[in-house]
C-alpha cells in the first residue's frame, strides 16, 4: 500500500513538472547577471547546452543534479551575464528559451542606488562648500 501511495505522489509530482515543463524557476525572462534554477521534467539523462543570443556554446554537456534519486527529474543554476534569447538544451533534445533582460524592477533599483551616490556627492559638495564658506 505505501509503494502505491508513494508512486501516485511520485505520479502527481511528475505531471506537475510536465505542466511547468524546463525553467520552473526561472521563468522565462531573467535579469542578466542573476541566477535561477531549471528544473526539467522526467528526462533519463542528465547534461545539458547553454546556447547565448549568438547561437554561441556557453555550456558544453552542463551536469545536472537529480533531485530526488530515481526520478529522472534534475536541476541546474543558470546565469547569463549578456542580453538576448539563451536556448538551453536537455540531453534529450528537448530546450527551451529563456530571455535574458533587464527588467523595470532592476531599472527602478539602478535608478534608486545611482539617486543615493548622488545625494552623497551632494552632501559632500555642500560640506566643502561650508567650509570654503568659514575660511573666507
Known amino acids: 500500500m505505501n509503494k502505491q501511495l508513494f508512486l501516485c505522489i511520485l505520479l502527481l509530482y511528475s505531471l506537475i513538472l510536465l505542466v511547468n515543463g524546463i525553467t520552473d524557476g ?3 525572462e531573467v535579469d542578466p547577471n542573476t541566477s535561477c534554477v531549471v528544473r526539467t521534467p522526467p528526462i533519463t539523462c542528465n547534461t545539458y547546452n547553454h546556447y547565448n543570443s549568438s547561437n554561441d556554446l556557453l555550456v558544453n554537456d552542463g551536469g545536472m543534479e537529480e533531485i530526488v534519486t530515481g526520478t529522472g527529474v534534475y536541476n541546474f543554476t543558470f546565469i547569463a551575464p549578456d542580453l538576448g534569447v539563451h536556448t538551453l538544451v ?5 530546450s527551451t ?3 535574458v533582460e533587464t527588467t523595470d524592477q532592476t531599472d527602478l533599483g539602478t535608478i534608486l542606488a545611482n539617486q543615493i551616490i548622488i545625494q552623497n556627492s551632494l552632501d559632500v559638495i ?3 562648500v561650508y567650509y570654503i564658506e568659514l575660511l573666507i
Open 26 to 28: 526561472c521563468g522565462q
Open 90 to 94: 536537455l540531453c534529450d533534445n528537448t
Open 97 to 99: 528559451n529563456i530571455n
Open 126 to 128: 555642500n560640506e566643502s
